[in-house]
């Protein structure tokens, strides 16, 4: 049954994985591609990356194994061994922007050119979509912006590596059911290869998957994507992976108009993700992974229940009582997208860093403070204020310690 090759897969992918990553980590520092502590990085520590070698290794040993070579197959191979190592190129000279950028498109060119394109999709009410000769050029766009936003959300220890794997098994579900079989045991290769690495990932990481893994990753599953869902005739194919990789379009959405309301460049690197902003209201790497990692959780759960939960007819009929379960999904994503995004982002931000300046200078007027912390809300940038002066450039007369971070 394809369902056990599936599983197999993924095991095998895992395996892989998780013993090549010792070896990527020792070849990472013998060739110097080692990230330094930095002021908008969360490690405090060298850190190895060349991660994304072993992902590689998991996904190409584990799809050769399990996967028929078709061209479709082949290609997707290709396009992973070139995306990587651009990656690993990058992970180790610091390429410019637009030498990345020619690479990610050069790399997902592969697997368009070799027949992984979208050339139509049904919306909802409006139908079938016919793409024409646009569908390779949108499928390559959609490709290299999937791999911007996984590359995006790879900032602390375990977070790609663990949303990867979230995503990937959900599409693995969703495929299967929709008889994409080959495109199921990729997302199981995908799943696999990412778990696999997230041992040595997970916080406290020993390993980053640097741009050479986080573009691996996106590029699989847009793959995924493409072969899993979007090549289907199914009503909500577009609407899928949205909700599936919801998360990290979220964070890239976020900074990215972040960046350009600015007038900052869209890949200079900052403190306005997510896990960034979650780290200045006080948490710990470890449970801000898990925070979005519940997060991304909660988007897979609405993904399968949009998928099968009948809640409604051939003639577009809504079952009342399928529908209200499948509300009861979507009121639970939405709950969680607020309470990450508005509550603890902005309402325990505002409380913590209010306390914060309080403690460091007690003469600090109300407005000031409210001043203070709406301007860091607003641009992501924390004053970093010592314990000897505070924003206003006084000395404080009692302060006390600041919480950790």
Known sequence: MAEVDALLAFAVALAVAAAATPLTIRLARRVGAVDQPRDRGLTDRPMPRLGGLAILAGAAVSTLIFLPLTDETKG???????????????????????????????????????????????????????????GGPLTLVGLVGLMNVVNFSDGVDGLAAGVCTISAATFAVIAFDLGRTEAGVLAAVTAGAAAGFLFYNFHPASVLMGDSGANLLGLLLGCVAVQGTLKTNAVIALVLPLVILAVPFIDTSFVVAKRIKYRRPIYAADRWHLHHRMANIGFSQRRTVLYLYGWTVTMAALALALRFIPYSDDRGHLHLGWAALLALFGVAALAASVYLVYVLEIFKFRRVRARQLRDLDPDTSEHRIE???????????????????????????????????
């Open 76 to 134: 997707i191979l290709l396009g992973a061994v070139a995306i990587t190592l651009v990656g690993a190129l990058d992970d180790r000279f610091d390429l410019p922007a637009n030498v990345k950028l020619t690479g990610q498109f050069a790399a997902g060119l592969i697997p368009v050119l070799s027949g992984v394109v979208v050339q139509d999709f049904t919306l909802p009410f409006l139908g079938r979509v016919e793409l024409d000769a646009w």
């Open 371 to 405: 001043s203070e912390v709406r301007r860091e809300l607003e641009t992501g940038e924390l004053e970093a204020l010592s314990p000897r002066e505070g924003p206003t450039g006084r000395r404080p007369r009692a302060p006390r310690a600041r919480p950790e971070p």
